[in-house]
């Protein structure tokens, strides 16, 4: 015991001279005070930010960017005192409270006490503005100061307020420089004493251990539900409840391996819980951490020790760049400073139904690469054990996070999960399963049906929201997470501080009418959108949906329940997403409008994409609405103008099999002597593009006759089908134009 006391006397002595970084804050020193109390809930804090004002310092101050200059009640770094500062957000890592830290006048992670080992647990990663959250911290202070109620300490000077004239320079509120005179000689004493101690304590290991596992056999004869542990945070997800499965043990070999690892599979497989274990833990937790979005990457230069992670790669806008220049910036970024014994790593993950369309980019040379590594190979699917172990550690994340009294029994749910065929990635379905507080609701339907779980999910949240903040914080992010013209300079959080901008924005989009006929209100944004980080959104320097079904959940209710308003203003790239489907026939023509409006504006990729379209019905109507409203005939030379493959409208009605619009345009072009055997091989070229994606990029745009048809007449699947196979599967083959030109092409062999 005396062996404990003394090294707590000295690790709590020594960290009063330790700063992580060097990052010092002197304008923070000078808004730090002593205070009796700090706020421990939301109510408190925006009360208690108000008060303190730090606004009236955001953009005086030279620490930090002005967002990131804010309120925190934390304590000091002797475990004394508790100190209101305004200064820069500081993430702290690895389970510790948040203190502030006199000497380096700064924010940081308090090291003499990890709260993530104490019962009430800490998260292992968090801003330290959300220190407030966990308030169990603030009961390691020893000794409180005597405080007035009436005026506080300072430590430096008076609590900032709008019309104070501030100096740059600290205070001396503390003697500096004897500080620093002491600091020299107190931590070799330190080091000499600790060394001494690690000495001891190796002697004495072997006497420790048997009360060791005496311990631990106590703890199992104990009978829980689930095991003593519990997961520690609202990062738990990704941090404390992660369970090593094959494929997250390959991805770190192949990190090791290549410095680079890609990591493809469906939403909600895990990809970016396996990231983040990997970064923020084991050989690499003191690495600097780095989230870059893809078009940054050809501007880095990476600092040794870094580790750099692009989640979500492309994030759903597939053809709006050029993808070839971005693969090469990759592989060019890989060789030159990733590999097995280099200081830098990265991350990627992507969807897998994102990489089907985006690997089309890569050249044929780097396909096989083996830092490519797929959730559903054979090798990296999840085995039933690894299944339950992860339902265990959501089950035990529910029952810490919202006080779920649940019994986790393996062998009944093992035997539920058999048959179950998850329509997404099993962790997130396990998660979702977990979560859910109606016990009738907990079934599989949740694995086998999740999207309809999570669109009525959605849709009650929406609509038990009396104040409809949610509906309007949704209907926000639709607008403005999709590209326009109209909010290119603005930021989403200029829009969720200030109502006003929000509605004025909003209005730019629709008439006033539809808007007040949805009630939304502007004035709650901000607040929400943090109410709901972390559960439908996160946030990457602006919020966005947590995972793609969450997106596709609320495109279906604004789409069902403001049916006009979607169709006639929501971007078209939204109401891609919608679920088209069960429209009433009247509706079906206004969507049939919308549609031709956006095909007549060239976008024939994103409009000829929609799965609406293969319905032979809507299609065949469709087209003849298309045909009697414009000159068909005129748009056929247009190239396409929402993809990098600025291919003609005949392409892409051959690519996605659309075979009424198809034969309108074949007749068409039948017509048309001068382009009749271009838009022919276009046609044929097509359904090439059909059968193997990856084969778009053997012919360039504008495309050429010659170069079309060689491409057209060398193809050859895996199965030794030619054009010809396919032509005669698509029921093209006697079609009067096609016919000629195969006819052309035997003569000519």
């Keep these: 015991m005396k062996t404990k006391g003394l090294c707590f006397v000295l690790l709590a002595w020594g960290s009063f001279f330790m700063v992580t970084e060097n990052k010092s804050c002197p304008w923070s020193s000078q808004t730090a005070e002593r205070v009796q109390s700090c706020p421990t809930t939301k109510e408190e804090l925006e009360k208690q930010k108000a008060r303190k004002n730090c606004e009236a310092l955001k953009k005086q101050q030279n620490c930090t960017e002005p967002d990131k200059f ?6 000091d770094e002797l475990e004394n005192s508790l100190v209101e500062v305004c200064a820069p957000e500081y993430i702290i890592n690895g389970g510790y409270c948040a203190e502030y830290n006199i000497i380096g006048a700064r924010i940081q992670a308090h090291y003499n006490f ?15 503005t959300d220190a407030y959250v966990y308030k169990d911290c603030y009961t390691v202070v020893k000794h409180l100061l005597q405080i007035s109620n009436t005026s506080h300490d300072k430590f430096i000077t008076d609590s900032i307020t709008t019309d104070t004239s501030i100096s740059t320079k600290p205070s001396s509120g503390l003697d500096k420089e004897y500080v620093i005179a002491i600091a020299g000689s107190v931590c070799v004493f330190v080091i000499i004493v600790i060394v001494v101690i690690l000495i001891i304590r190796r002697r004495r290991t072997k006497e420790r251990e048997p009360l060791q596992m005496d311990a631990r056999n106590t703890v199992n004869e104990e009978k829980e539900p689930l095991k003593e542990e519990k997961c520690n945070t609202e990062l738990a997800t990704p941090m404390d409840c992660f369970v090593k499965t094959r494929f997250s043990e390959a991805c770190s070999k192949i990190l090791e391996e290549r410095g680079m690892v890609i990591l493809i599979g469906e939403q909600g497989c895990g990809k970016t819980m396996i990231a983040n274990h990997i970064m923020y833990t084991g050989k690499y937790k003191e690495w600097t951490k780095q989230d870059i979005q893809s078009e940054e990457l050809e501007t880095l230069i990476p600092k040794e020790k870094t580790f750099f992670h692009i989640d979500d790669l492309f994030d759903g806008y597939l053809y709006q760049e050029e993808k070839y220049k971005w693969w090469k910036s990759l592989f060019r970024f890989h060789s030159r400073y990733l590999g097995k014994n280099g200081m830098v790593r990265l991350i990627i993950t992507v969807k897998d139904t994102v990489m089907e369309k985006v690997g089309v980019f890569i050249s044929d040379d780097k396909r096989n690469e083996t830092f490519f590594l797929k959730a559903d190979s054979k090798e ?19 029952s810490w996070r919202k006080s779920l009294d649940k019994s986790f029994r393996r062998t009944k749910l093992e035997n539920e999960l058999k048959d179950v065929k998850c329509s997404i990635g099993f962790p997130l379905c396990a998660n979702m399963y977990a979560f859910e507080e109606d016990n009738s609701e907990r079934d599989s339907a949740i694995f086998d049906h999740t999207r309809k779980y999570v669109r009525e999910n959605i849709t009650r949240h929406i609509e038990s929201d009396k104040r409809n903040d949610i509906k309007t914080l949704f209907l926000l992010l639709l607008f403005y997470l999709h590209p326009t013209d109209s909010h290119s300079n603005e930021s989403l959080d200029s829009y969720l501080k200030d109502g006003k901008r929000c509605q004025e924005f909003l209005q730019s989009f629709s008439s006033d009418k539809m808007l007040e006929e949805m009630n939304l209100s502007y004035e709650n944004l901000y607040q929400t959108a943090q109410e709901l980080d972390g559960s439908y959104l996160k946030k990457h320097k602006t919020y966005k949906f947590k995972h793609r079904i969450y997106l596709e959940a609320v495109c279906d209710y604004f789409f069902l329940k403001y049916f006009d308003f979607v169709v006639a203003h929501i971007p078209f790239d939204v109401l891609r997403i919608c679920d088209l489907y069960d429209v009433s026939p009247g509706n079906l023509k206004i ?29 065949w109507s469709f087209c003849k609405d298309l045909q009697r409203k414009c000159d068909l005939k005129s748009k056929m030379s247009y190239p396409d103008a929402t993809s990098v493959f600025k291919f003609p409208l005949i392409f892409w009605a ?8 198809e034969r309108t345009l074949l007749e068409l072009a039948e017509k048309d002597k001068d382009n009749e055997r271009l838009q022919g091989y276009l046609a044929m070229f097509g359904k090439c593009c059909r059968d193997d994606e990856n084969y778009i990029t053997c012919v360039t745009c504008p495309p050429e006759i010659g170069k079309t048809r060689k491409a057209v007449f060398n193809y050859k699947n895996s199965k030794e089908e030619t054009i010809q196979d396919l032509l005669s599967a698509s029921e093209l083959l006697d079609h009067p134009l096609i016919a000629k030109l195969l006819t052309e092409s035997n003569r000519s062999n």
């Design 70 to 75: 804010e309120y925190h009640c934390v304590i």
């Design 114 to 128: 990890k709260c993530l080992e104490k019962s009430f647990h800490c998260a292992l990663r968090y801003k330290s």
């Design 380 to 398: 990296n699917q999840l085995s039933m054990d690894e299944k339950l172990d992860i339902l265990e550690e959501q089950y035990r994340y529910a």
């Design 591 to 619: 969507l049939s409008e919308r549609l031709q409006k956006n095909l007549l504006e060239c976008a024939f990729f994103k409009v000829l994409e929609c799965d609406i379209l293969k319905e032979s019905s809507f299609e």
């Design 654 to 661: 051959s690519m996605y099999n659309l075979k009424t619009l």
